[in-house]
């Protein structure tokens, strides 16, 4: 399985990266919508965005989860449960994308939840006393995120769409997105271990070695 998955990854961030090209020389994007949840004058639309950013962002990250895959065949060899392992950190990687290519704060915190998540069950992997005081650490700080996010997403409704991208040119006249922007850096402090978020990034090393430097690499 380590190997069909560094394959796929690797082939996915190699394709990626030459459809950002492609878009960075054909100057242009998709944007994609569409409804899941309609009730009366309320609904629920999911939207991505795929830009040359995006897909760059995407092939950076699966080459880096490729290659921590690639030394987890050798590193983890003899583990029980190495299948679930991969499979988690494959889990990691979808939530990842799944963050860089949604321009909207709810798709946004479907992607942000699951990655404290599965950030929580790999740092708790080895299930002993250490691991579950830094996976309780890791999930003690992520909440404090999940907060400014929603308090963002209980803000936002007054505009009656939770799509960001449509209030770019608003948010540099208005006090209230300006708010919700600064409510959006500080849930992304604290997923980017920033000061005072810090203290969650050193446990994380409780984890298996793989995890550590997917967690530590620049793709989070």
Known sequence: ?????????????????MWG???????????IEWEVV????????MTL???????IFMSFVLFISSLVIFYSEEYMYGDLNLNRFIFLVLMFVLSMMFLIIS?????????????GLVSYILVIYYQNVKS??????????????????????AWMLNYGSWNYIFYLECMKNSVEMLVIGMLVILAGMTK??????????????????????LVHSSTL
């Open 103 to 115: 321009p909207n704060l709810i798709s946004i915190l479907l992607g942000w939840d699951g990655l």
């Open 1 to 17: 399985m380590c190997l069909l998955s560094f394959m796929m990854l690797f082939l996915s961030s190699l394709i990626l990266f």
């Open 192 to 213: 980017s271990a920033q000061i005072p978020f810090s203290a969650w990034l050193p446990a994380a090393m409780a984890a298996p070695t793989p995890v550590s430097a």
């Open 38 to 45: 309609s009730l009366n004058s309320s609904s629920i639309i």
């Open 21 to 31: 090209i492609y878009m960075i020389m054909m100057e242009f994007s998709y944007f």
């Open 132 to 153: 579950y005081n830094a996976g309780m650490l890791t999930a003690l700080s992520n909440r404090v995120g999940d907060v400014a996010l929603l308090l963002s997403i």
């Open 49 to 55: 965005y795929l830009d040359w950013m995006s897909l």
